[in-house]
């Protein structure tokens, strides 16, 4: 568990936090020096100044700090001020040119480095931070999975899209996997809920910002927790085996997963079918000249799949979801049908 405030603000605020959480256990202290802002004119973190505060707190209290890097000359001075751990922040990770520096400037060192997941879902560009990291002789490395920006702000400050760090973790098993409820949530009430998703999908850590007095924070102030509400999130917190050790279980589980492949396989083959009609109505289209989308029919689809999957007790926005992929795919096959007419012409 790493914790700490999101900046740091003056050296009362991160004594402070540091005191707490130390006598909590918190062993790494998460404090940012250089902010990031979305927009110019707010708080941009203390910087250089801070660096001695940190350095202090950590001989002080015996306790490692961990700071956002994001640019050469941050990853030099955390190393004169003898810094433990560095992140790259996520909009530095969606710039390889960024990451690129970052990771020359940290040739010959030891330091470990996390990395959080760029602000726009691609995993290839997080990947590639690792790669450009791994390339110049970093070889500790951990993944913050910190959710990604959206348009529409929903529920989350930042959409989890749990099946990317899933993926990530699936290609990469060896880095370990943090989780950022904090950014991901964006409001207090979300963190222990986030936090306990996060664990309940194995993943190795959990970073998590808490200030002394958050309403009055500088920068993050809706997300971060109070102390009582750290104690609180962190007793509440339920972990769970990653391993199945239980042979009876083990049987039970493997009984339904055959089920499961088996249930599986029939919605391949029925997607296949499906396809394979949705060809012969493209080619019909196409010998009489129709266009591909017919609006009032996939009015029609939308509307019976809702009412059927109402009755049959599923989440309808979750079937739309699947009928907006189908109609996608359905719509690529058709216009490659339509094409090769074209083709012959
Ligand atoms: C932060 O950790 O305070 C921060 C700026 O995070 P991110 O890079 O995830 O936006
Ligand atoms: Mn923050």
Redesign the pocket.
Known sequence: MIAGP??VESEIQLNNAVEFLVSNGIKIIRA?VWKPRTRPGSFEGIGEAALPWLRDAALKHNVSFAIEVARPSHVELALRNGIDVLWIGARSTANPFTVQEIAESLRGTTLPVMVKNPTNPDLGLWIGAFERLNKAGVTELAAIHRGFSTYRKGRYRNNPMWEIPIELKRRIPEIPLIGDP??IGGKRALIWEVSQKSIDLNYDGLMI?VHPNPEKAL??AA?QLTFEEFKTVKEKLAYRSGKIENDHFLNLLEGIRAQVDETDHEIIDALSRRMNLIRKIGAYKRDNNVSVLQMERWNKIMETRSEWAEKMDLNVDFILDIYNRLHTESIRNQTDIMNQKMEKI
Do not use: F, K
């Open positions: 999101c900046s940012g904090s950014h910002e920068s993050d997300q």
